[in-house]
């Protein structure tokens, strides 16, 4: 009986029901959005550095990964080391630099890496097959961009050259390589031309500025059945290992990586936090202004009903059930409206350049997201509990004496 | 039917009750020591001008309001002093009341309003709509049960009305100006209706300026500036008025 007067409660002005709801529903939306965002960007960035299975990352002292055009030289002896440590399962090497890219007469610019096919994990062969790993520049992948840009396909040839350095007084070096795959690269951003060979064909090919280089080395400590703290601490150690025996490196774990991302996406948090906060106050705003408005045109019905013997905690459950059931409605509609709206968002902001083509902004995370919901519920029913407190508190005798007179 | 012999039990004593209450900067003595006994089976009509504190005492006998001096005593219970929980408690199973704008819930069915006093009173469903439907039926309503109160006229909202306060099978009916919205005709019907369930036992007392309906019940209490200044026996309880 009480939800059928509830219900019936917010029939009464069914226009203002439904503003109420859609209010509602927009600040569920805004709320569950921030969710995602706040935790999407770190379960996305998370899911990148995790995909192929590495966990930590070497790169010259003092940089990230292609962060600078930075290298560390003696790599086969430092590869050699971190593959000969116990806990190291597999080390994924890889020279990154810019080269000049040209068919007929197509002209370009394109990253290029150089990866041991076997073991690289910075890109997925989409179709056609990955270089040879010859110590010659013949074969490389591309991807989409830089296949567009030529007007390319598999099997084409297509020449390199790098600039000529007046600082090293050297000259521009050539080479025609055919393309024998197309690959999808990692954290190469979508609209960026790239391409990748064999890491020893592009270290001859760039000389000096090549010879026993790398940019990186990424590692992978074997995941065995232990618990999480006791995989963390191997990966750690093996990390610490690395950097004491290695002066010219750091060595990055993913979990490092991941808080450093997060202190440089802290803004995004706050924003998310604030933003979240505020549709928070919005809905119980909205909550408590319906239900207010609502309990004082039924003062006089609702003393009625307290004469005619409905309780005081009765009239408390059915005005606080009115804010429940807006919420319901509200939270419903805004889930499905967050939704839309997370999806419109991250292809926005995935267009950004220079983002990888795997990262994402809004990851839905059910947990948070019912968490949010949850509270925003729980909120909208607190809320209601305000204007029902005082319909519960109404005098009987005084609000008959004063209806009878109106 | 009493027996001549015994005197009729007291339902309602109202013993030197006052009230006082404020209205904008003044206080308004609306009862100035008032005593009443009720007696079960009674059929009394309270009548006086607009302000003479008649619809006070009616609020205080049946525990809608409490007196500032003096007590009530409901079926020998001191009802004057009574928490909010008890209070409500009483008015939901041993009074019922019936307003002179009929206060029905707009957006319930006539079935739905004779079952809200009874859902409240923790009734089965099954139950509830049984005894709702029998009682539209005794006040000749059967066949408007599903309609809402916009859809009735006055006349049936009060019927309505009067079903939803015997929902409970309350010791006392209590009717604040009942014929107050009804043309002659209507109100005429419902005198008829209160007579009968008089009639079958319960316990009337109604406020009202309407003769009629005054000459209709047994005893006739006349107030004036918060006071009793008459008691008119029309006819003894137990008899045919």
Not at chain 1, 78 to 84: D, E, G, N, T
Not at chain 1, 234 to 257: D, L, N, P
Not at chain 1, 376 to 404: F, K
Not at chain 2, 22 to 43: C, K, M, P
Request: with cysteine; aromatic share 4%.
């Amino acid at each position: 009986m009480r939800g059928t007067l509830a219900w019936a409660a917010l029939r009464r002005h069914p226009l203002r029901t439904l503003l109420a709801i859609f209010g509602l529903a927009i600040a569920a939306a805004l709320l569950i959005d921030m969710v995602m965002l706040a935790t999407g960007m770190r379960a996305s960035f998370r899911s990148l550095l995790t995909s192929r299975g590495y966990q930590l990352r070497i790169t010259p002292k003092g940089t990230l990964p292609f962060d600078t055009e930075a290298t560390v030289g003696g790599a086969a002896a430092l590869v050699a080391s971190v593959r000969a440590h116990p806990d190291v399962e597999r080390v994924s090497p890889s020279l990154g630099t810019t080269l000049q890219v040209a068919r007929g007469e197509f002209t370009g610019s394109a990253f290029t890496l150089g990866t041991e096919d076997s073991v690289q994990g910075e890109y997925t062969v989409l179709s056609g097959r990955g270089p040879s790993a010859d110590t010659m520049l013949q074969e490389a992948v591309a991807n989409a961009a830089l296949l567009s840009r030529l007007t390319a396909r598999i099997g084409d040839t297509i020449s390199l050259s790098t600039e000529r350095s007046a600082q090293l007084r050297q000259a521009g070096r050539r080479a025609r390589v055919v393309l024998v795959g197309e690959a999808r690269f990692l954290y190469v951003p979508p609209g960026l031309p790239a391409l990748a060979t064999s890491l020893p064909a592009l270290q001859a090919f760039l000389g000096d500025a090549g010879r026993d280089r790398i940019s990186l080395a990424m590692a992978r400590v074997p995941v065995d059945g232990r618990n999480a703290d006791a995989q963390l601490a191997r990966i750690e150690g093996v990390r610490a290992w690395i950097e004491r025996t290695h002066s010219r490196v750091t060595a990055i774990s993913t979990e490092t990586a991941i808080v450093q991302v997060e202190e440089r996406l802290a803004y995004f948090r706050q924003l998310a936090f604030i933003l979240g906060a505020l549709s928070l106050v919005i809905g119980v705003l909205l909550v408590t202004t319906l239900v207010s408005l609502s309990v004082n045109e039924r003062l006089g019905e609702l003393a009625v009903m307290r004469a005619i013997g409905v309780s005081q905690g009765g009239v408390l459950q059915q005005v606080m059930l009115e804010g429940l059931m807006l919420g319901v409605a509200g939270l419903t509609l805004g889930l499905g409206l967050g939704l839309i709206t997370a999806r419109w968002l991250n292809t926005i902001l995935r267009d950004f350049p220079g983002l990888p083509a795997d990262l994402d902004f809004f990851v839905w995370s059910g947990e948070a997201a019912w968490k949010a919901l949850g509270l925003l519920l729980v909120a909208s029913t607190v809320a209601g509990a305000i204007p029902a407190w005082r319909a519960s508190r109404v005098r009987v005798a005084q609000a008959l004496r004063e209806e009878a007179v109106a | 039917m009493t027996h001549p012999m015994h005197p009729p039990e007291v339902l309602l004593d109202a013993q030197q009750v006052e009230r006082r209450y404020r209205a904008g900067e003044t206080i308004v003595h609306a009862l100035r020591g008032v005593s009443v006994q009720i007696a079960r089976g009674d059929f009394t009509a309270i009548v006086g001008a607009s302000g003479s504190g008649k619809s006070t005492l009616l609020h205080l006998l049946g525990a809608v309001d409490a007196p500032d001096a003096g007590r009530v005593l409901f079926e020998g219970r001191d009802i004057s002093r009574l928490n909010d929980a008890d209070a409500t408690a009483l008015r939901l199973r041993r009074v019922g009341l019936v307003f002179q704008r009929f206060y029905l819930m707009p957006t319930l069915t006539a079935l739905e309003n004779v079952m809200l006093p009874m859902a409240e009173a923790g009734m089965p469903k099954a139950a509830r709509r049984a005894r709702a439907m029998q009682l539209l039926d005794y006040v000749g309503l059967a066949a408007r049960q599903e309609h809402r109160p916009s859809q009735l006229s006055g006349g049936e909202q009060q019927r309505v009305a009067v079903a939803r306060a015997l929902a409970n099978d309350p010791a006392l009916l209590l009717a604040d100006e009942p014929t107050g919205e009804l043309d002659a005709a209507t109100g005429a019907a419902l005198i008829g209706l209160l007579q009968r369930l008089n009639a079958d036992g319960l316990t009337c007392v109604l406020v009202t300026h309407d003769a009629a309906l005054a000459q209709s019940a047994r005893r006739v209490v006349r107030m004036a500036d918060g006071r009793i200044i008459a008691d008119d026996i029309l006819a003894p309880t137990g008899s045919t008025a």
